[in-house]
């Protein structure tokens, strides 16, 4: 009878245990501020938290790998290309080790290497460590750097958006600035007036109509903003907030669709600035990409008024561009979002094609008639390509289109109906590098 007292007493205790800490780990991955709150023990509960799964990467391929035994290294000729097409260098962003991410820019179409970037990866990253940011990666985190933008001197402005990192870097790898005062994220683009259009996130959000007044809701909001940077010195000199632009020009109901609110309801993933004055926009307007809301518009910073809104027919979308004096193309990634990742109920994945679809598309909305067309169907279709996040693409002067597969690590170079040119970066046998937001560049 005495053990079975014993016996009881330790799997009482034991189940006792077990529901205190499950309850301190949910506390503490729930807490705005762990090292606050909890300091070394929180610490220490995190390590054996996240020791198993640690444990699995151990014996994983990084995540960057991206299996693919057939491709090509390098960029290769798929079909005929006419000698008379100029077409512009190529800048890719690969990974073939971890801590060990490079840029290069690559002649096109011969595929020759003009110059490569090999920035030092972990101590950027180590540099970047913030304390101040709610979302911070563990420190010694192998992160990845986003979309590089060339400047006239060979120099490149990269972010890296797991962390709080902006930083140009020059030709030869050396740092001439770096910031990490808040999120940095995306895309960066130049802008006429020399001047850099980046993405970027406070740590604390702006107090918003809708958004409870408490450091824990200005941590765990994430309030996108418009940010126009100096290039020589890095200084912030225009800032605004998306969610407060769609507000005060009357689209705040795109914030809280539904009566309903998350913490990442805009991801704005792409600002791109206007090179020239025509009918329907003028030099310095901003086209702007909200993932989110799949919604894209058409913003003059100068009156801090939007020109032109519209949501879809694109879902989930990346990358908007002007192409010409009356018309914009749209990345659609058309790909469904499963916000209940902690408990789905539609489906275990958080981002999934619809039965109906399986691909990306390229979406061409004409400002004079009000029309989207979609002229690259042919090729996103027998080229698979299927990327469910991130995803670049740009129509060419000769009417080509480049576009980024990002997920599956590969660039396709093509005419509305075939294959062109195909880039990937073979790390073995077996697999190939995920790509980091490649660009085209005037030569």
Known sequence: MKRLRILFIIVVGIFLYSIALSSFVRNLYLAPDTNAQWGIAGDAVKFMA????????????????????TAKDGLTLVSQVSDTVDYPNLLVSYKTKPFGQEFEL????????????????????ERAFNEED?????????????????????????????????????????????????????????????TVWVCSRPFQ????????????????????ALTR???????????????????????????????QIISDPIHL??????????????????????????TVFLYRPSEDKILWIQQGPWQNQHDADFVDGQSISIFGNDILREESTLDPKITTKNLFFPPSGGTNEIYLYNFENDSVTTPYS????????????????????????FVEDTNNGRIIIGDSARSKM???????????????WSRMIKN
């Open 106 to 125: 690559l002649e096109v179409p011969s595929g020759a290497s003009i110059r490569k970037w090999a920035p030092d990866n972990a101590e950027l990253f």
């Open 269 to 294: 993933n792409d600002i791109q600035p206007a090179y020239s004055t025509t009918e329907y926009w003028n030099r310095g307007d901003l086209l702007i990409s909200c993932r989110n809301i799949s």
């Open 50 to 69: 996240n020791l198993p799964s640690q444990v699995k990467q151990a014996f994983e391929a990084p995540g960057f790998y991206v299996g693919n035994n």
């Open 378 to 401: 042919k090729l996103m279709e027998a080229e698979g390509i299927n990327t469910t996040t991130s995803g670049r693409s740009e129509i060419l002067a000769n009417g080509d289109i």
């Open 134 to 194: 709610p979302r911070k990666p563990p420190k010694g985190s192998d992160l990845y750097f986003m979309h590089a933008l060339m400047l006239e001197d060979s120099s490149l402005i990269v972010n890296s958006q797991l962390t709080s990192l902006l930083v140009r870097i020059k030709k030869d790898n050396d740092v001439i600035w770096f910031k990490n005062d808040r999120n940095y994220h995306h895309t960066s683009e130049l802008d006429p007036d020399g």
């Open 422 to 436: 195909e880039y990937v970066k073979r790390i073995d046998d077996e697999h190939i590098s995920s790509l980091f």
């Open 229 to 259: 940077i100096d290039p020589d010195t890095g200084e912030i000199l225009f800032e605004k907030s998306v969610s407060q632009i769609l507000i005060e020009n009357g689209y705040g109901g795109l914030i809280v669709q539904k009566g």
């Open 205 to 224: 959000a702006t107090q918003l109509p809708f958004l409870p007044d408490t450091e824990k809701a200005r941590s765990a909001f994430m309030d996108d």
